[in-house]
């Protein structure tokens, strides 16, 4: 009878509390062009789409590249060819007052345009490049970083 109890217990914890698993998934991949990789913890896998993000992603494009990500604020972003930008850290909860989009961009190009996180709090809305960090306020924006 425990056991019964014990596993009734974990398939309501696993199937029953979606919100546990969600903070993890900050935004999915909506287009892929050429090669495009997620970089998880010092992995490449090819990106597809329909790929859930994490904090501390990695998103990088080859020469033929491209990708299209949408975030669960809104936010979208664009990567051209030849691109890295790290998805540094990413909080969504309004009701809780955490709300903060913070990317690292080390190559290529990027276009953005910001979500809730910029119309609420658009302090907590940056990217960070080799030379400057830039903060917008709720607005379209294009990033392009040579090396």
Same mark, same amino acid.
């Given at each position: 009878m425990r056991f019964v109890v014990y596993m009734l217990c974990i398939w309501v914890a696993v199937f029953c509390c979606p919100a546990?698993? @969600? #903070?993890?998934?900050? &935004?999915?991949?909506?287009?892929?062009?050429?090669?495009?990789?997620?970089?998880?913890?010092?992995?490449?896998?090819?990106?597809?789409?329909?790929?859930?993000?994490?904090?501390?992603?990695?998103?990088?494009?080859? @020469? #033929?590249?491209?990708? &299209?990500v949408i975030f669960r604020d809104d936010s979208t972003m664009s990567l051209g060819p030849d691109s890295r930008i790290e998805l540094s850290e990413f909080a969504f909860d309004p009701a809780g007052g955490r709300m903060s989009f913070l990317t690292r961009m080390t190559k290529g190009t990027a276009s953005f345009l910001s979500g809730l996180i910029g119309k609420l709090a658009p302090e907590k809305f940056r990217v960070e490049t080799p030379l400057a960090t830039v903060s917008i306020r709720g607005t379209r924006f294009l990033v392009r970083v040579a090396e």
């Open positions: 546990v698993w @969600a #903070d993890e998934i900050i &935004g999915s991949i909506k287009i892929v062009e050429g090669q495009a990789f997620i970089e998880r913890g010092g992995r490449m896998e090819p990106a597809g789409v329909g790929d859930h993000l994490q904090d501390r992603d990695a998103l990088v494009t080859g @020469a #033929d590249g491209a990708l &299209g």
